[in-house]
């Protein structure tokens, strides 16, 4: 499976953004797909995930009613829509795919593919 990150920038705080993450090399329903993010200094953070067959989301408090996961099957695309964006929302994100969602969608450690991330800058 590789993934592609794609949608970073600088934005203003209470901006928004929308990341694409476009997975090929092969996928099944019971993949789980997630976003994490890690800022300088600072672990590896998980942002929101899905199951790409649908029927499971799962968000970190953090941003949780200002962040979408959603999936375009169409394009084989995982999109994360950012809204109300603050400075603490700077990081590198990346996307990140394991075949098999589980509750413990949140470890970084249980993820085998990941992408090459993408810079979200907040800042006036």
């Known amino acids: 499976v590789q993934l592609q990150a794609s949608g970073g920038g600088l934005v203003q705080p209470g901006g928004s953004l929308r990341l694409a993450c476009g997975v090929s090399?092969?996928?099944?329903?019971?993949?789980?797909l997630a976003w994490f993010r890690q800022a300088p200094g600072k672990e590896r953070e998980f942002v929101a995930a899905?199951?790409?067959?649908?029927?499971?989301?799962a968000y970190s408090d953090s941003v949780k009613g200002r962040f979408t996961i959603s999936r375009d099957y169409a394009k084989n695309t995982v999109l994360l829509q950012m809204n109300s964006l603050n400075p603490e929302d700077t990081s590198v994100y990346y996307c990140?795919?394991?075949?098999?969602?589980?509750?413990?969608?949140?470890?970084?450690?249980?993820?085998?593919?990941w992408g090459r991330g993408t810079q979200v800058t907040v800042s006036s």
């Open positions: 090399g092969g996928t099944s329903s019971d993949y789980a």
């Open positions: 990140a795919a394991r075949s098999l969602w589980t509750t413990n969608y949140g470890a970084a450690g249980e993820y085998d593919y």
């Open positions: 899905l199951r790409w067959g649908g029927g499971r989301y």
